[in-house]
C-alpha cells in the first residue's frame, strides 16, 4: 500500500484480556518494527522483523507480548492477560533496508498512524 | 537510563520567527541523528537526519546542527508556520543497528 496501515486505531479492552493489533507495512518493505509509545514518553523498541523472523525481541516487555510475521508482510501483535500499565500506542514502522550504515546513511522509517490500546 | 534527551516538553513561537528544538544524548557510539515530527492521531514522519561526521545539514526552512563534543543537537525551523504545529522527536542511530533510541518528544506551537 501507499504507507504503513494499523488497525484497529483505538481498542478498549478489559484487564486481563487478549488482544491483537494488526500492520500492514508498505508493499516490498522487508524491514518491519514495532514500537510502543506511552503517554509523554517517546516511541520504545519492542521488536523487528526482517522478513518473516523476528530477528530481535529484545524489547519486548515480557512473555505476554508476542508478535508474527508469517508471510512476512502483514504483522500481528498479541498481547495476553493485558495489564492496565500496557495501556499506549503501538506503532508499526517498515523500512527498504534495516542497517544504518556509511554507503547508505541513517535508515528512515516509515510509521504508521498506531493503534491506541486502553486496558481498563 | 535515558540516552537520548529533549529537556524542553514544551516550545511556543511566533509566526515568521526561528524555532529551535534543543536534544542532548549521553552515547557518543551514535553514528545518525533524525528528527521526527508528529501530529495527533499521526504516526511520527521523518524530518531530517545527520551523520555524526557532520556538524550541519539543511533542508529548506529545517537546519540541524550537531555538537560532538557537547553531545547536543538542534532542529532550527525558519520561518516558522503555523502547520509546524506539532510534536517533535529526536531519535539516535547506532550505524550497523536498526533500532532507534528516541528522545521524549518536544511540542511545538507555532501562533499566528
Known amino acids: 500500500g501507499a504507507g504503513v496501515s494499523q488497525t484497529p486505531s483505538n481498542k478498549v479492552t478489559e484487564k486481563g484480556k487478549y488482544v491483537e493489533l494488526r500492520c500492514d507495512p508498505i508493499s516490498g518493505h522487508t524491514a518491519l518494527y514495532w514500537y510502543r509509545q506511552s503517554l509523554g514518553q517517546g516511541p520504545e523498541f519492542l521488536i523487528y522483523f526482517q522478513g518473516t523472523g523476528a530477528a530481535d525481541d529484545s524489547g519486548l516487555p515480557n512473555d505476554r507480548f508476542f508478535a508474527v510475521r508469517p508471510e512476512g508482510s502483514v504483522s500481528t501483535l498479541k498481547i495476553q492477560r493485558t495489564e492496565r500499565g500496557d495501556s499506549a500506542v503501538y506503532l508499526c514502522?517498515?523500512?527498504?533496508?534495516?542497517?544504518?550504515?556509511?554507503?547508505?546513511?541513517?535508515?528512515?522509517?516509515?510509521f504508521g498512524a498506531g493503534s491506541r490500546l486502553t486496558v481498563l | 537510563d535515558q540516552q537520548v534527551k529533549q529537556n524542553s516538553p514544551s516550545l511556543s513561537v511566533q509566526e515568521g520567527r526561528i524555532s529551535i528544538l534543543n536534544c542532548d544524548y549521553t552515547?557518543?557510539?551514535?553514528?545518525?541523528f533524525l528528527w521526527y515530527k508528529k501530529y495527533p492521531a499521526e504516526g511520527p514522519t521523518f524530518l531530517i537526519s545527520?551523520?555524526?561526521?557532520?556538524d550541519k545539514n539543511e533542508d529548506g526552512r529545517f537546519t540541524v546542527f550537531l555538537n560532538k563534543s557537547a553531545k547536543h543537537l538542534s532542529l532550527h525551523i525558519v520561518p516558522s508556520q503555523p502547520g509546524d504545529s506539532a510534536v517533535y522527536f529526536c531519535?539516535?542511530?547506532?550505524?550497523?543497528?536498526?533500532?532507534?533510541?528516541f528522545g521524549t518528544g518536544t511540542r511545538l506551537k507555532v501562533l499566528a
Open positions: 531519535a539516535a542511530q547506532r550505524s550497523g543497528t536498526y533500532k532507534y533510541i
Open positions: 552515547n557518543s557510539m551514535f553514528d545518525y
Open positions: 545527520i551523520s555524526s561526521i557532520k
Open positions: 514502522a517498515s523500512s527498504l533496508r534495516a542497517l544504518a550504515g556509511a554507503s547508505s546513511g541513517a535508515n528512515v522509517l516509515t
